[in-house]
């Protein structure tokens, strides 16, 4: 069964409603993933996206903060929502297709802004999170699964637009590119998007303070689509929809595509 996946951090659901039903008309993937959806779940507004064919949802909201969503056209079923690191924020869901596969959608928080938790707490949230995904998927060894989220990381050095000068800027810190390669070993996880585009600049996120994010393009790889070993190699076709970031009122994330032929 064939089918193409997109993850997104919307930045508030409600608010980019029609920004979600753009995507929805003018790319249709089957399963789209949303990040900081920013809305209790009985307030997602479904109506517009089933009448897309988004007929199935599975989600954790929270009024005005974190929130995750996996709408599809596909019929999906829960199997899990995790609270890592106790925080009481609403940033994993999990979900089952028809064909077995589960697909993980994952808010990992942003950290804050000082990449110390002896005084930046949010930090200190940040690693423990990781810590607990990555125990949690050592003793849940994942098969046929899929991984999507805002991770809040950009691992590679041509992930970020200047390796060096953000080796101290929260996101980049050699400490967090750890902890998220200790996730991605305990799970058997591959980067799906860097084995289709294994070279060169690529980011999903420009932020919201540059007057023109285009022109500057000072951007990060923050948004990952991962799968367990056992069916990396039947992902494809993996690209990022720049061109959302200049939509009306946008995210300051774009979305990120890949194809699966399971």
């Not at 940033?91 to 589960?102: D, K």
């Not at 993980?104 to 942003?110: K, S, T």
């Not at 691992?155 to 101290?168: C, G, N, T, Y």
């Not at 039947?234 to 032929?261: I, M, N, T």
Request: net charge negative.
């Amino acid at each position: 069964m064939p089918f193409t996946l997109a993850t997104w951090n919307i930045n508030s659901v409600r608010l980019r409603e029609g920004l979600v039903l753009k995507l929805m008309q003018e790319e249709a993937p089957d399963v789209l993933c949303l990040q900081e959806c920013k809305s209790p779940v009985d307030k997602i507004p479904l109506e517009g996206f089933a009448e897309l064919g988004y007929r199935h949802i599975v989600a954790r909201g929270q009024k005005g903060y974190n929130g995750v969503a996996i709408l599809s056209k596909l019929p999906i079923k829960e199997v899990a929502a995790e609270d890592f690191a106790d925080l009481g924020h609403a940033r994993h869901i999990a979900g089952q297709l028809e064909n077995g596969v589960t697909i993980h959608n994952f808010y990992v928080p942003a950290g804050g802004d000082k990449p110390d938790r002896e005084v930046n707490e949010k930090f200190g949230q940040k690693l423990d999170y990781l810590t607990e995904m990555r125990d949690w998927f050592k003793g849940n060894r994942p098969e046929k699964s899929i991984l999507v989220g805002d991770l809040n990381i950009a691992p590679r050095a041509d992930d970020v637009w200047d390796h060096k000068k953000m080796l101290k800027v929260v996101s980049h810190t050699p400490i967090e590119v750890e902890h998220l390669a200790e996730v991605q070993q305990a799970g058997d996880w591959a980067d799906v998007t860097r084995a289709d585009i294994p070279e060169g600049l690529l980011y999903s996120w420009w932020s919201y303070r540059a007057k023109d994010w285009d022109a500057a393009d000072k951007g990060r790889r923050l948004d990952h689509v991962w799968a367990t070993g056992d069916i990396k190699n039947s992902a494809h076709s993996s690209r990022v929809l720049r061109s959302a970031r200049g939509w009306e009122k946008p995210s300051d994330h774009a979305p990120v595509f890949a194809s699966f032929d399971l």
